[in-house]
């Protein structure tokens, strides 16, 4: 069966540092991963996603992730913090019926 | 642009009401979802479809049931609705046909948050 666990449920960082969101997933099929961003009261927008491929794989907003076979992770990073980056960031797997198997999230606060 | 539309934001309702949340998609999509959101618990999937009058349960369909008239729509009722379905619940679509890999995300709508007195 597919998991995701996300390290932490709530991350600080100072604006211009280094973001690092930790996900390892559980599948028993070659996964596909997603990495999603809520923004208060609104729904998920989807931040960037591996299938197959180059293992490093770039997103909107300046992030990216890389997935590790070896550590079963695809941890997302972004070099420089932004204010606008506050948000809370959910890590997917595909799960075996076309859905989705979610993460319980990680809420990123960004200090001045 | 991709849409999914939900159509109320935020609602109300009594313990025992009978409640409809509508979700509508304009991409022609052939897989809709309805999750349940909470603090700390992440997204949990309540049911889903894969094509019109098909249901699938999902992780906690207990106390819900769906409905999937027309392939753009698919609706979430709470018979009667009790606090513990307090909650945001979002709806989404995706491309992918049944048995296919999902290779491809979930387009989410904006939300719908119930609030059970």
């Known amino acids: 069966a597919q998991s995701v666990t996300q390290l932490g449920s709530h991350v600080s960082v100072s604006e211009g540092a280094l973001v690092l969101l930790r996900c390892n997933y559980s599948?028993?099929?070659?996964?596909?991963l997603f990495w999603y961003v809520q923004y208060p009261n609104q729904g998920l927008q989807l931040l960037l996603k591996?299938?197959?491929?180059?293992?490093l794989v770039k997103g909107i907003n300046g992030f990216e992730a890389e997935f590790k076979k070896s550590e079963t992770s695809f941890h997302l990073t972004k070099p420089s913090a932004h204010m606008s980056d506050a948000a809370e960031y959910f890590c997917?797997?595909?799960?075996?019926?076309?859905?989705?198997?979610f993460g319980k999230g990680t809420k990123l606060s960004v200090k001045p | 642009d991709v849409k999914v539309t939900q159509s109320s934001r935020y609602l109300v309702k009594r313990t025992g009401e009978k409640v409809f949340l509508e979700c509508v998609q304009d991409?022609?999509?052939?897989?809709m979802f309805w999750y349940r959101q909470d603090p700390g618990l992440g997204l949990r999937l309540i049911y889903f479809?894969?094509?019109?009058?098909?249901?699938e349960k999902g992780d906690i369909p207990e106390g819900y049931s769906v409905s999937r008239e027309k392939k753009e729509r698919f609706s979430l009722i709470l018979e009667s609705a009790s606090t513990n379905q307090t909650s945001m619940y979002l709806c989404?679509?995706?491309?992918?046909?049944?048995?296919?890999?999902?290779?491809?995300?979930?387009?989410f709508g904006e939300g719908s948050r119930l609030t059970v007195l």
């Open positions: 989404a679509s995706s491309l992918i046909r049944w048995g296919s890999v999902n290779t491809g995300e979930l387009f």
């Open positions: 599948s028993s099929v070659p996964p596909y």
């Open positions: 591996y299938t197959t491929g180059a293992t």
């Open positions: 997917a797997v595909t799960g075996g019926q076309g859905n989705l198997i």
């Open positions: 991409m022609d999509h052939e897989n």
């Open positions: 479809s894969y094509d019109v009058k098909m249901k």
